[in-house]
T-cell receptor, first 117, second 114 residues
Framework: AQTVTQSQPEMSVQEAETVTLSCTYDTSESDYYLFWYKQPPSRQMILVIRQEAYKQQNATENRFSVNFQKAAKSFSLKISDSQLGDAAMYFCAAGEAGGTSYGKLTFGQGTILTVHP | EPEVTQTPSHQVTQMGQEVILRCVPISNHLYFYWYRQILGQKVEFLVSFYNNEISEKSEIFDDQFSVERPDGSNFTLKIRSTKLEDSAMYFC????????????FGPGTRLTVT
C-alpha cells in the first residue's frame, strides 16, 4: 500500500521566481515510480514530470525539476522562472512498478499554486 | 497528438438511476483506468483494466460499479443505483504499459446526482 502526502494546501509565487512544492510518500514496495501532475482550471490532468525510484539522478523537464530523497521518502517539485500558465492544482502521485499492481496511481491531496504577475 | 476522450462532459442524474460514463482511450494503449475526484478532494483510484478484465480495484469499486470494453475503442464505467455521494469528477486514463509509462487522462465527466 502507498500513501502520498502534500502538506501545502496552497502556495504562491511571483512571475519569473522559483517555487518548490513538497511531497512525501510511504510505500512498502521496493520498486515504484513518482509523478507530478498538473490540473489547471479545465480539470484536465497533465503529466509534468516522472521519476523512477531506482534512479538516483533527479528528473528534469525544462523549467521543472524534482528533488528526490529516497531515504527520506521525499519528492519535491521545483518550478523555475514561474509563468502565469503554471497556475494550477499540482498533484504528487506514486505508482507501483510491478507485483500485483497494474499501474494504480495513489495521489496526494494537491497543492494550489497561484502565480502573481 | 492522440488524446483520451470522455463523454458526456457533464451528466446529471437522479438518485437511484443508472449512468454509463464513456471513454475512448488512445488507440495503441493496453491499460485502462478509472479515477474519481470528489470536489475539493484528492484523485482516487477506482479500477484498472487490462486484457479485457479487471486487474485491480479499490475498496470504492464495489458491486455498484462495473467496467466494460464493449468494442475495440470504448471503455465504459457503469454506476448502478446512483447515490448522492457518487457526485464527483470521473477521469478515464490509459497507458501503453503499466508502471513508469505516462497515464494519459481524459478531460473528465462531471457526475451530479440529485
Amino acid at each position: 500500500a502507498q500513501t502520498v502526502t502534500q502538506s501545502q494546501p496552497e502556495m504562491s509565487v511571483q512571475e519569473a521566481e522559483t517555487v518548490t512544492l513538497s511531497c512525501t510518500y510511504d510505500t512498502s514496495e521496493s520498486d515504484y515510480y513518482l509523478f507530478w501532475y498538473k490540473q489547471p482550471p479545465s480539470r484536465q490532468m497533465i503529466l509534468v514530470i516522472r521519476q523512477e525510484a531506482y534512479k538516483q539522478q533527479n528528473a528534469t523537464e525544462n523549467r521543472f525539476s524534482v528533488n528526490f530523497q529516497k531515504a527520506a521518502k521525499s519528492f519535491s517539485l521545483k518550478i523555475s522562472d514561474s509563468q502565469l500558465g503554471d497556475a494550477a492544482m499540482y498533484f504528487c502521485a506514486a505508482g507501483e512498478a510491478g507485483g500485483t499492481s497494474y499501474g494504480k496511481l495513489t495521489f496526494g491531496q494537491g497543492t494550489i499554486l497561484t502565480v502573481h504577475p | 497528438e492522440p488524446e483520451v476522450t470522455q463523454t458526456p462532459s457533464h451528466q446529471v442524474t437522479q438518485m437511484g438511476q443508472e449512468v454509463i460514463l464513456r471513454c475512448v482511450p488512445i488507440s495503441n494503449h493496453l491499460y485502462f483506468y478509472w479515477y474519481r475526484q470528489i470536489l475539493g478532494q484528492k484523485v482516487e483510484f477506482l479500477v484498472s483494466f487490462y486484457n479485457n478484465e479487471i486487474s485491480e480495484k479499490s475498496e470504492i469499486f464495489d458491486d455498484q460499479f462495473s467496467v466494460e470494453r464493449p468494442d475495440g475503442s470504448n471503455f465504459t464505467l457503469k454506476i448502478r443505483s446512483t447515490k448522492l455521494e457518487d457526485s464527483a469528477m470521473y477521469f478515464c486514463a490509459s497507458s501503453v504499459n503499466r508502471g513508469l509509462d505516462e497515464q494519459y487522462f481524459g478531460p473528465g465527466t462531471r457526475l451530479t446526482v440529485t
